[in-house]
């Protein structure tokens, strides 16, 4: 692996979230059709259980329940356990909010994997700008570089790669089109060849 860092998002990256949050919405009494519309527009799950009249705290406290029900997606943890190995920095980049970012982390148990984790705790402006990236990258010790990738599915991740000033590789397992730039990964092992 010739990358010198690999920064990732979590949703539609990492695990495949969409599905547990619906069944999150519905079993706080929440609309899930309205729910799914919602997510397949862009919205992030704060947004939509806003809107839903679900405070935070209750849909937190059901994704702490039911946090078996979500799967990382394949080859996901024996890559990282490679990436680990090789002594290449990571970083967790999410706009999850950070309760939740938080159940997610430590019910799969994937803290582990990250030498920082970067969530809207830091009160930054959401992607695309790069104000994450950044944070992450600064969390790392590291200048920005066309060496170092974002690993995300949407437009927006791609964007702030760009704004970054780093290299962006698509996961095209999630759930936005191609971007008009950057690499396209097939499978999660995929990053081991960036």
């Given at each position: 692996m010739a990358a010198d860092a690999l920064l990732f998002d979590l949703d539609g990256t990492i695990c495949d979230?969409?599905?547990?949050?619906?069944?999150l919405v519905a079993?706080?009494?929440g609309d899930q059709s309205l729910a799914k519309v919602l997510l397949s527009d862009g919205r992030?799950?704060?947004s939509v259980i806003?809107?839903?009249c679900i405070p935070d705290s209750r849909f937190v406290e059901a994704g702490t329940l039911r946090v078996a029900e979500l799967k990382l997606y394949a080859e996901v943890e024996p890559t990282f356990d490679q990436i680990v190995k090789g002594g290449t920095p990571t970083a967790l980049v999410t706009g999850l909010f950070p309760s939740l970012a938080n159940v997610i982390l430590d019910g799969l148990n994937i803290r582990?994997?990250?030498s920082s984790?970067?969530?809207?705790?830091?009160?930054m402006q959401p992607k695309p700008h790069p104000a994450s990236l950044q944070r992450a990258l600064d969390d790392l010790g590291l200048?920005?570089?066309?060496t170092i990738y974002y690993v995300?599915?949407?437009e927006s991740d791609a964007a702030a790669a760009a704004a970054a000033g780093i290299s962006f590789a698509w996961a095209s397992w999630g759930y936005g089109e191609k971007p008009s730039f950057g690499s396209v990964l097939r499978s999660f092992s995929g990053v081991l060849s960036l």
């Open positions: 979230t969409r599905p547990w949050y619906l069944r079993s706080c009494g992030n799950i704060k806003a809107q839903l582990r994997y990250f984790v970067v969530t809207p705790w830091w009160r200048e920005a570089a066309r995300g599915d949407l």
